[in-house]
């Protein structure tokens, strides 16, 4: 298997979905986003530049793993170009292959990897009702996320002779050290 | 999916219905990640040998199950098979939730490999109960009050009551400065039984011949606890609406 190269790593990411507790901010407003990850070669670790999703404000994103991680090898192929109609066959493809395979390595395996802490917002009780008044404040809670890359992941198009793209997989499991009870992914494409 | 602190609330939970309310230990089933006493981040039986954090007694839960979706509906095979008109049936789902946000969940994330346990599933499983008095659901996961009305719904009980730790968009927490408890399951049962889980009496109902708690009470000292996560966001559901005043046992 080969192994990822930095530069594999260092390019814009155009973030195209994410669950409801990634959405705001790992999506600007809900519709997308770009992450664009530069070498830091002083702290060996990744870290965003120019408009940053607001998860990854002050993230520093540290290469982990040898094994490059590969569709083929949990039976899929590349993933349709995103679009809202194909969320539900990504939704799929997350529960059914994704998550369990990324899951079945958490505790010892070896893919490769970025990991890092992100911040996400929590608690939204609904508009007007008493806890919101109770809890008008925002709060914020770290995460830990991991990110993997699966080159030729996704259809550039969804002709059958087009090219494939390398599709970015975020996924935020829940944690032991986390105050907080959600699993959350969000998906992108390079 | 479970860590040590959703394992820390179903030996609560364990206790208060057995030693409390006088459940007996039979009619308990617990279904935690493989079937056995560990967390999911636990790789070997070593934490599962050490003590409950709440009085520092071993632990006195007997896992009967896998925390699946095949785990539970074995278990409620069982149930249903001597559930009557008269019971009182109560279910309490504590662990990791995850939502799409694509209108078909929340889910329950369940052994093995954080598979999902659709909401539709669950509730068509319930659905399938045979006719009885009483439901009462707890759900402490992420995202589990978008389960209260299907629940609701599906029950086939002529009374049911549901409170869930967080909105269907929101997630659920720990305990502030304490990763050993969820917060609002922990409150919840702690009010239900009378008693905290480091056996000291709950200020209004512990003690004997107190009058114990109705579900909407500790739902409403479950929201509003002195020691708890000021970031839930807790709902309850009830039909009919006289089914908060249902209590355990």
Redo the contacts between chains.
């Keep these: 298997m080969n192994q990822l190269a930095d530069n594999d790593w260092a390019r814009r990411w155009n973030l195209v979905r994410a669950d409801t507790n990634l959405r705001k901010d790992v999506l600007h407003k809900g519709a997308g986003s770009v992450l664009e990850l530069k070498f830091d070669a002083n702290i060996e670790s990744f870290v965003p530049v120019g408009d940053i999703p607001p998860a990854f404000l002050n993230a520093t994103l540290k290469p982990r793993g040898r094994v490059a991680p590969d569709l083929e090898s949990i039976g899929l192929h590349p993933l349709p170009t995103y679009s809202s109609e194909h969320e539900p066959h990504y939704v799929k493809v997350l529960d059914d292959f994704l998550i369990p395979y990324l899951q079945a390595d958490l505790l010892n395996g070896d893919l490769q990897r970025l990991e890092a802490v992100i911040r996400i917002q929590c608690g939204w009780p609904k508009a007007g009702s008493r806890l919101a008044q109770l809890n008008p404040d925002l709060h914020f809670v770290n995460v830990d996320a991991r990110i993997y890359q699966f080159k030729n992941g996704m259809r550039q198009s969804d002709s059958a002779t087009s090219g494939n793209s390398t599709l970015l997989v975020i996924w935020a499991p829940d944690a032991p050290r986390q105050p907080v009870n959600s699993d959350g992914s969000a998906m992108g494409v390079s | ?1 479970s ?4 394992i820390n609330g179903l030996e609560f939970c364990y206790r208060t219905l057995v030693e409390r309310l006088g459940f007996a230990t039979e009619d308990v089933h617990v279904l935690s990640y493989d079937g056995s006493l560990r ?1 999911s ?1 636990e ?1 070997d039986e070593g934490a599962a040998s050490g003590r409950w954090p709440g009085d520092n007694t071993p632990y006195r839960l007997k896992i009967t199950g896998e925390g699946s979706r095949a785990g539970f509906r074995a278990a409620l095979a069982v149930i249903a098979r001597k559930l009557g008109p008269d019971d009182q049936l109560f279910i309490n789902t ?9 209108g ?1 969940g929340p ?1 329950l ?1 369940v052994y ?5 346990y659709r909401r539709a599933e669950f509730c068509a499983d319930i659905a399938a109960l045979p006719a009885h008095r009483s439901l009462v659901v707890l759900m ?4 589990s009050g978008g389960f209260n009305q299907p629940v609701l719904t599906a029950s086939r009980a002529q009374s049911t009551f549901i409170a869930s730790a967080a ?1 269907e ?6 305990l ?1 400065d304490d ?1 050993s408890w ?1 917060s609002f399951q922990r409150n919840f049962i702690a009010a239900l039984g009378g008693y905290d889980v480091d056996g000291v009496a709950h200020s209004r109902t512990g003690g004997r011949g107190a009058r114990p708690f109705t579900v909407g009470e500790a739902f409403e000292y479950a ?1 509003r606890a002195p020691v708890r ?6 709902e309850f559901a009830a039909r009919p609406a006289a089914a908060v005043n249902l209590t355990l046992g």
């Excluded at chain 2, 402490?140 to 995202?143: E, M």
């Design positions: 999916m860590f040590r602190r959703h967390s981040r790789p504590t662990g990791t939730g995850g939502n799409h946000g694509n078909c889910d994330i093995p490999h954080a598979r999902r402490a996961q992420c995202f909105a968009t929101a997630p659920s927490f720990a502030p990763l969820d929201m996560s000021p970031y839930d966001s807790p």
